[in-house]
């Protein structure tokens, strides 16, 4: 079955500048078109529509990036009109192919499937002291002592804190999941503290310990920059959003930057953020559970749109594993990882699903 979806995948990645057509696709493939349709969704979780829809928007990010004209780029991915390209760009990417050409902003990335022999997805690894060294010679004030670097989770902490990875700065993790469970307005209150230590079970003390204390830093000390180190997917974005509506309600003055990269490619793109709106779209969206009204960087209104559709009980991830729900939990957490990359979820957050579902 793997090499029947990468088949499919294949032949859709050498048409996506062709105008897609289902029957084409099958009578490649040798099935019915509803054949095709049903065991792509089956194995890859998403449908070949939606997957062709995302990828050639992504694909379109890179070409903007080049400064190759709008119209030119609707054209070439089948779009009838430059509105039309300009449209669907918005609602995935929640502004205008424009607005990301001038101001090169980060998005969350759509790469191709890809499925080995044994059914596993192709992963990159790029040595992140690479793009580090890349990161010095371009800004290298970032480097110096009056900078905090928070970085997502203790794995990325303890490396970069480890290696001195940015040099003279402070470090701190932030060791928490906000992509689930409830919360509270007013960040890191003992409101805050008590909510989010209920949801993820544990005793509130232990919830200080890990997720409190190792931003002693953020809380007690003065900085003229911080950096931001948040993946693209969900589960980053929600943090990065938590950390961007606390420096709103604590009235920090001083610069913020985003370092936004791939957890399979270490890429990254970085960004110089503007405080101001972060608390209202984490009231609406994490207190509220609406849409933002504020306009956002693409990476994380993608994620905002995939937080919001979790939710929900009859999400993408839920019905994929309800559909497989007789495989092992090991094997389904694996495809789980493998299929939903832009949700970011943990082992213990896909646990929690997949015993809700059965």
């Known amino acids: 079955m793997n090499e029947q979806i990468q088949l499919m995948i294949d032949w859709i990645e050498a048409n996506l500048k062709n105008k ?23 194995v ?54 424009r607005e990301l050409q001038v101001n090169k902003l980060p998005v969350q990335s759509v790469v191709k499937l890809t499925i080995t022999k044994n059914g596993e997805w192709y992963k990159m690894n790029i040595s992140k002291k690479i793009e580090v060294e890349k990161l010095h010679r371009d800004r290298s004030e970032l480097f110096d002592k009056d ?75 003065e900085y003229e920059c911080i950096v931001l180190w948040f993946g693209e997917d969900m589960f980053c974005q929600m943090n990065l959003l938590t950390i961007l509506s606390y420096l709103e309600q604590s009235g920090y003055e001083g610069k913020v930057f985003l370092n936004s990269f791939r957890e399979d490619e270490f890429k990254v ?51 994929y594993i309800s559909k497989n729900k007789d495989l092992s939990t090991k094997e389904l957490i694996k495809r789980l990882f493998e299929l939903f990359p832009t949700v970011g979820y943990g082992d213990l957050q896909y646990i929690e699903l997949i015993n809700k579902v059965r």
């Not at 939606?50 to 190759?68: C, F, G, P, Q, V």
């Not at 609707?74 to 449209?87: L, P, V």
């Not at 984490?282 to 849409?291: A, F, G, P, R, W």
Request: aromatic share 14%.
């Open 44 to 97: 890859t979780g998403i449908s070949i529509r939606r997957y062709i829809l995302l990828r050639r928007l992504y694909l379109s990010t890179e070409d903007l990036a080049n400064n190759k004209k709008i119209i030119d780029i609707a054209f070439d991915y089948g779009y009838s009109s430059q509105e039309a390209y300009s449209r669907a760009f918005k609602n995935v990417f929640g502004i205008n192919p």
């Open 20 to 42: 897609f057509s289902l029957d084409e696709l099958s009578n490649y493939m040798g099935y019915s078109p509803y054949y095709c349709s049903f065991k792509f969704h089956q």
């Open 147 to 221: 900078v905090l670097h928070i970085l997502n989770g203790q794995v990325m902490y303890e490396e970069f804190k480890n290696n001195r990875l940015m040099g003279d700065s402070d470090y701190a993790p932030f060791n928490e999941a906000m992509g689930v469970h409830a919360t509270s307005e007013q960040i890191f209150a003992k409101e805050f503290i008590t909510i989010r230590a209920a949801g993820h079970h544990e005793p509130v003390e232990g919830y200080i310990k890990k997720v409190i204390a190792p931003l002693a830093n953020l809380f007690n000390k």
């Open 269 to 319: 793109n970085q960004t110089e953020l503007t405080l101001g709106h972060y608390y209202s779209v984490y009231k609406e969206v994490m207190i509220n559970h609406t849409k933002p009204t504020n306009e956002l960087i693409p990476v994380m209104y993608q994620a905002i749109n995939i937080y919001l559709e979790m939710l929900h009980d009859d999400n993408e991830v839920v019905k």
